[in-house]
């Protein structure tokens, strides 16, 4: 079983910044890794991806504010999010696109971490 775990959530200001992380509990080949994340009241929507080529791609709300990376050493991917707004609140989750010795190709979410901007 193939599991992603988030964190680095949580509340603060208008103008600041928070660092998500995402592991991947088990060894794997990671096609693509994305955020996405769900408002209340909203449909899940993306936020960033990147390849396995270091290729990244932004949803235009964050572009300039938002940027992803990753460890692949480490299985691990990142979202730096400067110059928040309140409009950013969301759960965000982690999501991995991968290939997996006993599983084949598959894909895998996380449980979601809670970002909250105050005004």
């Known amino acids: 079983q193939v599991q992603l775990v988030e964190s680095g959530g949580g509340l603060v200001e208008a103008g600041g910044s928070l660092r998500l992380s995402c592991t991947v509990s088990?060894?794997?080949?990671?096609?693509?890794q994305a955020w996405y994340r769900q408002a209340p009241g909203k449909q899940r929507d993306f936020v960033a991806s990147i390849s396995n080529s270091g290729a990244a791609t932004y949803a235009d709300s964050v572009k300039g504010r938002f940027s992803i990376s990753r460890d692949s050493a480490k299985n691990m991917v990142f979202l730096q999010m400067e110059n928040l707004k309140p409009e950013d609140t969301a759960v965000y989750y982690c999501y991995t696109d991968f290939w997996h010795k006993d599983l084949g190709r598959s894909d895998a979410w996380g449980q979601g971490t809670q970002v909250t901007i105050s005004s």
């Open positions: 088990t060894s794997i080949f990671s096609f693509n």
